[in-house]
């Protein structure tokens, strides 16, 4: 004790009375890149400009270059002020989801010009011309995907999370909602999931579909084969065929996840 020095009092106390937060330490990160998964965390953002688009940043998570390749493309934009997105290429059907801010959304000929606020989204099809503007800035979720399905099936698709009604799942605690059509004609679909905190997956899941999720608000824990994520709104987690996957809610807060899933490739 006679060498103790007060300056070190706050070595003591840090992380309990200080509020330290490990994302400000110097090279740390929760991101993690596996054969089988991956969780990107804010702080490993790189925001970049795309051809075709204008007063846009666009942030990748997942994309068909992912280790054992994904086969959907999952990313973030910011459009600022009088900003735009790109056209997909050709035979790639988008679907886009408001995080904040307002997006205009026309698709031609005529079909739809829609005005999208935060929880509202659209889908477009393959080969479909549309814009995705915004007046006074937008932050969007996107998936993209090679539709395997023959074009001149899907329709464009709008709506809002709260519109949409909670489906039933056997054994399940969380709320589900599905946000596109529930028919063959469609290769993946986009689910909304909410969990009260101390909810959790009762199945432990192993299956064939791919996932893209963005967890939108709470906190908990996340299983990913034999690792256990920490992970709070703002995480994204790229989850392979087969990966092992389970989810608890923690917290004081509901946790609210939207993930992709490819939902008629062929298993086998
Ligand atoms: O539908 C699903 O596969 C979903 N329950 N998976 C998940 O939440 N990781
Ligand atoms: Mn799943």
Not at 209 to 227: E, F, M
């Amino acid at each position: 004790l006679e060498h103790f020095s007060w300056d070190y009092a706050p070595v003591l106390s840090r992380g309990r009375d200080e509020g330290i937060t490990f994302s400000d330490l110097p090279g740390y990160s929760r991101s993690a890149y596996e054969r089988d998964h991956a969780l990107i965390t804010p702080e490993s953002r790189v925001w970049a400009g795309q051809v075709g688009w204008t007063r846009a940043l666009t942030a990748h998570l997942i994309s068909p270059t992912t280790a054992t390749g994904a086969n959907f493309v999952m990313l973030l934009a910011k459009l600022g002020n009088g900003g735009s997105a790109g056209q997909p290429p050709k035979g790639i059907e988008r679907f886009v989801f408001v995080l904040d801010g307002v997006l205009n959304v026309t698709v031609a000929p005529a079909q739809a010009a829609e005005e999208l606020h935060a929880d509202q989204y659209a889908y477009i099809p393959a080969d479909t011309q549309h814009t995705l503007t915004s007046d006074s800035g937008a932050g969007l979720l996107l998936f993209e995907r090679r539709c395997i399905i023959p074009g001149g099936k899907q329709e464009f698709q709008s709506g809002a999370v709260a519109e949409r009604p909670i489906l039933p799942v056997d054994g399940e605690v969380f709320l589900l909602r599905k946000l596109l059509p529930q028919t063959a004609d469609y290769d993946f679909n986009v689910h909304v999931m909410d969990f009260q905190p101390g909810e959790y997956l009762n199945v432990k899941e192993v299956h064939y579909n791919q996932h893209g999720l963005l967890l939108v608000q709470g906190q908990g824990i996340y299983r990913l084969a034999d690792k256990w994520y920490p992970v709070q709104s703002g995480d994204a987690i790229w989850m392979a065929p087969y990966v092992l996957q389970w989810y608890a809610a923690l917290g004081n807060t509901p946790s609210r996840y939207i993930l992709f899933k490819d939902t008629t490739q062929d298993p086998g």
